[in-house]
């Protein structure tokens, strides 16, 4: 269907419209023609992905000034979803207008080189770094220089060329170069040599990638057509082609109409530096199931070391001394080349090298990237000596049995005084170190990754004061044991720090997710004014969310996970005959959520010395997620031939944990969702309480409301798993006495507090039972044809077009 929206032509490839979609247009609307923010929360299963990429393609169509669409999602899952619902869109507008199919938009996704790699000896390969660090030693420019003179000609000529650019002014970016550009466009210069690497068995002759050669000989010419492709679409046309996936993609980001890839290629500013850094400024950004954003921010600025990384480290800086002298004996000249650009200052440097950006910069600002390295860490030996006494430094802070907590100017002030260690020259480590390993030519990046880090907490700490804090920790809990295990962290507390950038760069940026409430608190901790804020509600021809608010055992004791009733035998029988009743009522799935993987190891431990596990088993199968990520993906599959066979299963899974995210238990893989206890945040540890003394000095969110607010949109992000479409049911069981409180149920996503009735709350088990067993029996029935109440929850294209916004712009024809 396609409708006018506020004077905007919408083309929307269903023929009905929910109620709740269509209000997220408006507000959607609202902040595109504003150029602001938004920060929108729209029902789980109520297809916000489509909405959003309908209405934003829309606008582009109609305003070919906004730039591009930038989507962001958490999970590859999540990627391949919307990629195939922006194919579904195109596919119908494209009809629509009469135009061939794939000749208007390019969408693409983009992802790790372990997704989308097809190298052969790499496609089977699960660890993502063992990928990188392989892909890196057959694809660096130094490798390929000397394997493939032709290569290196090309380079130059691109280099040559992008300064006649440049001269010209013809605004074409000075683009800072890794291995991804360098498959970019060229002069198109062959040699026999270099069509004889292009082959596979000539690139592995010489240890190369033939896809990667096969990309960079095309030139110009390799290019995406337009359409819309999903990862498994680029690896094969990767194959077809002869072509590297993932540095095709890359190459394509500022081409394609619609980029769609994680939150750390926009977010993290290692990565952004090389992913994102050259995206029109008038283009469009949506961060989708953010309700954990300010939660990725905070860490992408946060670094974390402990003594296995320092011993690390130490035998990396032995490894870059030895390096470091052979290429003083054998081509000195590198080192003086390398001396002479530092001189010139980082943007200089960043201009003219090449490729191979082992290490990223942090986010360093125009005026530190115009300035030069400090004379102290300019020539090889010098930095190889500075990065020992940073090491050893480190070594001595983390050695301490006391607990300390420092700003990053303290921490500066004794770096300085026990080491000498000067502030200026700590913030030029990580680009110095990345420019040292490029002029030695290292390819075992794996060796370097501990130094890398040391670089990175140095480059950190002497960049960012306000919203940071340095903390040595020297216990560890193990197993109710404290150990000596000492981390030295340098955490961030502001997450506005790291999405700031964004903010105030890009013309409009919508945060939104089905769990984003209360809505007011994310403006608050991530520095925004949104333009347009809202929670829309579901509609339902019937009510198929059954929410329950369980108080009491059906011995009418209290059931909590507070700290003084959590260990309670009471709480833990209680607990275990809800679920035992439920597995009885429920059929097919039910997933079991608990507060933490140590709470539930304790209580599965004592459900089994009772025998509830037993009472259980007679029922469905059980199944328990654990920290082991291969462990759960087995545990996962199996409950889902369970609930498949029709033998029903229960699945005992953790708040925060993998099941919790991105975790879909839609139609009979989960009818009924149980959350035992508040998932609230370890209280005790020192990060948080640092964070929350911040958050009520600078944002006044006070800590009570802060942890409420987590533990609620934790909990609702938990429950909202069975629900994945208007067509599914299930039921929510709350399981704590603390939820009949209204201060936690306010802070629930409008679409499942409005189900939430009185009758609904303070329940015993055994009236949760009973009224979980009726709603399953009720929606167990037929359906019955009502026409009225289908029209008032599904609009159609004669309904839309009818309603007072939908006003052509001057001049338009209304449709029908």
């Known amino acids: 269907m396609k409708f006018y929206l506020d004077g905007l032509l919408v083309y929307f490839p269903y023929p009905r419209v929910y109620p709740e979609q269509y209000a997220y247009m408006q507000h959607l609307k609202r902040a595109l023609d ?56 195109v596919a119908y507008t494209e009809e629509d207008r009469g135009l061939a199919p794939n000749s208007t938009i390019l969408g693409i996704g983009l992802s790790s080189r372990r997704n989308l790699c097809i190298h052969p000896a790499l496609e089977n390969e699960s660890n993502g770094k063992e990928v990188d660090a392989r892909c890196h030693s057959m694809t660096a420019s130094w490798i390929r220089d000397a394997r493939v003179p032709a290569a290196a000609a090309r380079r130059r000529a691109r280099a040559t060329d992008r300064a006649r650019r440049r001269r010209a002014g013809d605004g074409q970016p000075d683009d800072e170069l890794d291995d991804a550009e360098l498959a970019g466009p060229s002069d198109g210069l062959t040699d026999i040599e270099d069509l004889a690497v292009t082959t596979p068995e000539g690139a592995a002759a010489v240890g190369l990638c033939s896809y990667y050669e096969g990309l960079d000989a095309a030139g110009r010419d390799g290019l995406l057509p337009p359409g819309v492709y999903t990862l498994e679409d680029l690896r094969e046309f990767g194959r077809a082609k002869g072509w590297c996936p993932y540095f095709l993609a890359r190459n394509m980001v500022q081409d394609a109409n619609v980029v769609i890839y994680s939150y750390q290629y926009m977010l993290d500013p290692k990565i952004a530096a090389l992913i994102s850094s050259e995206l029109s400024k008038d283009s469009v950004v949506v961060f989708d199931e953010a309700h954990n954003i300010d939660n990725v921010c905070i860490e992408a600025l946060s670094v974390h070391i402990d003594r296995p990384v320092l011993a690390a480290a130490k035998r990396a800086v032995r490894a870059l001394e030895r390096n470091v002298a052979e290429i003083k004996a054998s081509n000195l000249d590198k080192l003086r080349a390398e001396y002479e650009v530092l001189v010139q200052g980082l943007r200089t440097m960043a201009q003219s090298r090449a490729s191979d950006a082992i290490l990223a910069n942090p986010s360093l600002s125009d005026e530190v990237l115009n300035e030069a390295v400090p004379g102290n860490i300019r020539k090889a030996e010098h930095f190889v000596v ?93 197993e109710g044991a404290q150990v000596f295990d000492p981390v030295l962290i340098f955490s961030c507390l502001d997450a506005s720090v790291a999405i700031r950038p964004v903010f105030e760069r890009f013309r409009t940026v919508v945060i939104t997710s089905g769990t984003l409430s209360p809505l007011d608190m994310y403006p608050k901790m991530l520095s925004f004014t949104p333009v347009a804020s809202e929670s829309f509600p579901m509609s339902l021809t019937r009510e198929c969310l059954c929410p329950l608010v369980v108080t009491r055992g059906s011995d009418q004791c209290a059931i909590s996970t507070k700290y003084d009733m959590r260990s309670d035998m009471t709480v833990i029988r209680n607990f275990g005959s809800l679920l035992v009743e ?87 893989y989960g009818r009924a969702v149980v959350l035992f206890g ?83 709350l303070n329940l015993s088990s055994d009236m949760a039972i009973q009224v979980a067993k009726d709603f399953l029996l009720n929606m167990a029935q037929p359906v019955a044809k009502d026409p009225q109440a289908e029209a008032a929850t599904l609009w159609d294209e004669a309904y839309v077009n009818s309603l007072p916004s939908a006003t052509p712009p001057p001049g338009a024809e209304p449709i029908g």
């Open 386 to 478: 500075f990065l020992k006494r940073l090491v050893e430094y480190l070594k001595f802070r983390i050695n301490t049995r006391e607990v300390k907590e420092l700003k990053p100017a303290a921490f500066l002030d004794d770096a300085k005084s026990v080491a000498a260690l000067d502030a200026k020259p700590l913030r030029f480590t990580a680009e110095r170190l990345a420019s040292l390993l490029r002029t030695l030519e290292i390819t075992d990046i794996k060796e370097y990754a501990a130094l890398k880090l040391v670089a990175d907490f140095g480059t950190l700490v002497a960049t960012y004061s306000q919203g940071f804090l340095v903390l040595i920790e020297p216990y560890a809990n193990v």
């Open 582 to 668: 439920l597995s009885g009522v429920v059929p097919d799935g039910i997933v079991a959520f608990f507060t933490s993987y140590s709470y539930m190891e304790s209580i599965v431990a004592t459900w089994h010395k009772i025998g509830i596990l037993n009472l259980i088993l007679k029922n469905k199968l059980i199944f328990i997620e654990t920290q082991d990520f291969a462990e759960t993906a087995i545990a996962l599959d199996n409950y889902r031939k369970a609930c498949d066979s029709g033998r029903g299963a229960v699945l005992l899974s953790v708040a925060r944990g993998k099941v919790s995210e991105g975790i879909d238990f839609s139609d009979h």
């Open 678 to 760: 508040v998932p609230f945040v370890y209280t005790e540890s020192r990060i948080l309480k640092a964070r929350l003394a911040y958050l009520q000095e600078q944002f006044q969110i006070r800590d009570a409301d802060f942890l409420t607010f987590d533990a609620m949109r934790n909990a609702a992000q938990c429950v909202g798993r069975v629900i994945r479409g208007k067509t599914d049911y299930g039921v929510m069981i709350f399981a704590d006495k603390r939820y009949n409180r209204a201060d936690k149920r306010d802070k629930l996503p409008a679409w499942i507090a409005q189900y939430l009735t009185g009758a609904n």
């Open 34 to 89: 504003a150029g602001g923010h938004a920060a929108l929360e729209m029902p789980s299963g109520t297809g916000k992905t489509i909405t959003l990429l309908a209405l934003v393609t829309s606008y582009q169509l109609a305003h070919p000034e906004v730039g591009k669409l930038i989507y962001c999602s958490r999970t590859v899952p999540e990627i391949e979803k919307a990629l195939e619902e922006l194919r579904n869109l």
